[in-house]
């Protein structure tokens, strides 16, 4: 057995990035979701086993096929239906070269999991399962379930999938349009849980951000003319560059307009910047693009005063009117207010109430635009309730921070 970690962790590496197309072509060929992943674990539990030893096989793709292939066929003939082993005789096919573009198996496994009939929570846990290589345990403790409720979501998400008898395959036409808009979200969902964690007391969870950027790169890869499959890139690379920056020494939260922009990270922000140019003149503008257009916005000044507030608010402008998204008027509500002044950012928030029952967002956007109003007493009143509703802990201390602020009599 080799002792140099280096080719441990390049073994580690690899069989990491070659899982999701394992298991979908064996999915493909099984047509059982379940059965295709227990043979995946069984090759790569071999690998992890006999690489070490004998070294990695020239094709190590074909190798993980072929020996989950093998599993396949093992379980196959421990059935006593006949049918069920006709079914499953097709794994013994030669294991065949990747495919390419939108025929990539790992792309049909992302779709797959993206599945109409399941809801995000779900169709989350099981991407992060099945494409991302996470294991349950892994995933609870990212998403903060516990790991016995996960392996049941998982689970009953896969029992959805079979039930709906759908082959695997890539969706055509208007199905892969209404797809590959649910892989997205799925996407951002994951890495905005991951760089903003919307409870517990982590500020943000690396392995969710991480994968994240990971999954969309591979969707990228695949679909690199898909303007808005560019445009989430961009989005997750521009915001993610700022991350370094975001935290103090003790882990409190530190506001965009206060962080030491030296501290971003410049290589995500130039590739960021690239692709959010390549996309936009492609014409068939999405709300990610925007997004990330937002995003390098801000990434563009190199101080705070210096950021162009008045290309930020048409931005949010043009994504209000796109996405008609509460949370966007927010923002842009933000935007108001430091072109036009904090009452102008406030009248935007008065419709919000019924929209945004029960997120503590608007309370503290209220607190800030009545802080900078020089209203202290409703600024007070809107950062407390604010703090009081949050679940993350990293925003209800810096929010309890800024009320404390405002009660002490010689604060500024």
Known sequence: MTDDPADDHADEMVLRDLAPQVLGALVRRSGDFADAEDAVQDALLAAATQWPSEGRPDNPRGWLIQVGSRRLADRARSESSR???EQE??????????????????????????????????????????????????????????EATMAQRISRAKQRIRASGEPFRM???????????????????IF????????????????????AIRLTRLMHDLLPEDPEVTGLLALMLLTDARRPARTGDDGHLIPLSEQDRTRWDQARIIEGVALISAALPQGRLGEYQVQAAIAAVHDDARLAAETDWAQILALY??????????????????????VNGPQAGLELLVDLDGQLTGNHRLDAV?????EMAGDRVAALHHYRAAAAATTSTAERDYLRTRASRLATPTAG
């Open 83 to 85: 049918r069920r082993r």
């Open 89 to 146: 005789a097709a794994v013994l096919q030669p294991a065949v070269p990747p495919r390419v573009s939108g025929d990539d198996d790992s792309l049909t496994l992302l779709f797959l999991c993206c599945h109409p009939s399941l809801t995000p929570a779900s169709a989350i846990a099981l991407t992060l399962r099945a494409v991302g290589g996470l294991s349950t345990a892994e995933i609870g403790r990212a998403l903060l379930v516990p």
């Open 171 to 189: 969706p055509t036409g208007s199905d892969f349009t209404d797809r590959l808009r649910s892989v997205l979200q799925v996407l951002y969902l």
């Open 192 to 211: 905005n849980e991951g760089y903003a964690s919307s409870s517990g007391a982590q500020v943000e969870r690396l392995e969710l951000s991480g994968e």
């Open 317 to 338: 402008g043009l994504l209000e009117r796109m996405t008609g998204n509460p949370v966007v008027r927010l923002n842009r509500a933000v935007a108001a207010a430091m």
């Open 366 to 370: 209220r607190g800030h635009l009545q």
